[in-house]
Nanobody, 122 residues
Framework: VQLQASGGGLVQAGGSLRLSCAAS????????MGWFRQAPGKEREFVAA????????DYSDSVKGRSTVFRDNTKNTVYLQMNSLKPEDTAVYYC????????????????WGQGTQVTVSS
């Protein structure tokens, strides 16, 4: 499975961004696509995930209510729509995929895309 992330950028606080993660190669019939982020000096943390088939979603408390993860089935692409962005959302965002049940630790995920920088100015 290859993952290609895009959509990061510089935005003012209160603004919005949509990140994309295109999956290609050998896809799987179960598992999750998700997003993690890593700020300088901090560990990579879970942001959001969507069941590839089930469509079940889960969010970290830090983005819940401000973000939506959804899939375009025709493009094998998962999106993370982030609204009401805050300076503390500044980080490199990574898309990831895993087989099996949802896990919140990044070490449990199987496939990773390259990171995309999100910078939120105050």
């Amino acid at each position: 499975v290859q993952l290609q992330a895009s959509g990061g950028g510089l935005v003012q606080a209160g603004g919005s961004l949509r990140l994309s993660c295109a999956a290609s190669g050998r896809t799987f019939s179960s598992g999750f696509m998700g997003w993690f982020r890593q700020a300088p000096g901090k560990e990579r943390e879970f942001v959001a995930a969507r069941g590839w088939i089930t469509g079940n979603t889960d969010y970290s408390d830090s983005v819940k209510g401000r973000s939506t993860v959804f899939r375009d089935n025709t493009k094998n692409t998962v999106y993370l729509q982030m609204n009401s962005l805050k300076p503390e959302d500044t980080a490199v965002y990574y898309c990831a995929a895993k087989r099996g049940p949802l896990r919140y630790v990044y070490t449990a995920w199987d496939y990773w895309g390259q990171g995309t920088q999100v910078t939120v100015s105050s």
